[in-house]
């Protein structure tokens, strides 16, 4: 089985390559943190290469910026080529299967990449009565607007299923 989860740090901003058929690409280095510092304290990582294909490189070449912190699920694939001096070069990346984003949306930014003012809001009309609800105990709000409770269910609920028909 070849399988490889990373969680790391883009180390710059994605730049998007096509290939002669337009198949879309993008190869980028994922600082991973090894978990151990070194004999002076610093913080040791690992910059592993990574290359993306079709939807994971459009998505990466779209949204991700250096910096960012992504997981990417993917398999390890070694190559060979000719380098221009002869010599027979070797590299070994990670083929991205799939990208998740764990950056932190801003709320700041806007769509263009460029920052707006926007009011702080609160967020406390959550309904959820869970204790890890910021606002539980509280009463509910006043003119929280309920649906009428005496409406049919649409057609498509009045199934008939035999007690054979349930896989349980």
């Not at 901003?13 to 510092?37: C, H, K, Q, W």
């Not at 912190?69 to 380098?83: F, H, K, P, V």
């Amino acid at each position: 089985m070849n399988k490889v989860i990373l969680i790391g740090r883009i180390t710059k901003d994605p730049e998007p390559r096509y290939t002669s058929n337009g198949i879309p690409n993008v190869m980028f280095a994922l600082a991973v943190d090894r978990g151990m510092r070194d004999a002076n304290g610093n913080r040791q990582a690992d910059f592993i290469s990574c290359v993306a294909w079709r939807a994971q490189a459009d998505f990466i070449s779209r949204y991700i910026k250096k910096g960012y912190l992504l997981a990417i699920e993917g398999r390890i694939q070694t190559r060979q080529y000719q380098g221009q001096d002869g010599q027979t070069r070797y590299v070994t990346e990670v083929i991205v299967d799939s990208v998740d984003n764990l950056q932190p949306r801003d709320p700041n930014l806007n769509t263009q990449g460029g920052y707006q003012q926007q009011p702080q809001q609160q967020y406390h009309n959550n309904t959820y009565a869970g204790y890890n609800n910021p606002v539980y105990g509280e009463t509910p709000m006043q003119n929280y607007q309920q649906k009428p409770t005496n409406q049919e269910a649409p057609q498509s609920f009045n199934v008939d299923v035999a007690d054979d028909d349930l896989p349980f």
